[in-house]
């Protein structure tokens, strides 16, 4: 099998909420809308995050524990700035992660965490852990 593109739809409520939060603070266009569904893709990749109404034949109800979506972007600061002057509830504070990523979280009206972050160097640790798989 060769997946050619990968999507996440949540189930939510909140269907409007989370298609203006996408739209607005992450630039994500709008593919599809109906009264149970939108679609959205990135503008950047061929990634798509939709919305569907909880109470649909195929699926179970959302509660939006245990859901994370990363988005690993060129100047997180930037990001994390930017999106605290929107007024984002800040979930995480940006922070250096020993495993080579500084990052922040926000969540979004369905209550998913968005895990924001840019790659930069492993600790010593990790890099050995890291290494380990390379052999």
């Not at 298609?19 to 266009?29: A, C, L, R, T």
């Not at 939709?50 to 179970?60: C, N």
């Not at 109800?61 to 990363?70: P, Q, V």
Request: zero cysteines.
């Amino acid at each position: 099998m060769r997946i050619k593109r990968i999507d996440t739809t949540i189930s939510t409520e909140k269907l409007q909420e989370s298609k203006d939060f996408y739209m607005k603070h992450f630039g994500f266009k709008l593919v599809y809308e109906s009264d149970w569904y939108i679609e959205l893709l990135s503008p950047s990749l061929e990634v798509g995050v939709s919305f569907t109404l909880p109470q649909r034949e195929e699926g179970e109800f959302f509660n939006g524990k245990g859901l994370i979506l990363s988005f690993e972007v060129e100047d997180v600061d930037a990001e994390y700035n930017r999106l605290k002057q929107a007024g984002l509830n800040i979930y995480q504070e940006i922070q250096d992660k020993p495993w080579g990523e500084r990052s922040f979280v926000v969540d979004d009206p369905a209550k998913v965490h968005i895990y924001i972050y840019k790659t930069i160097p492993a600790t010593p640790e990790y890099q050995k852990v890291y290494d380990s798989f390379r052999g």
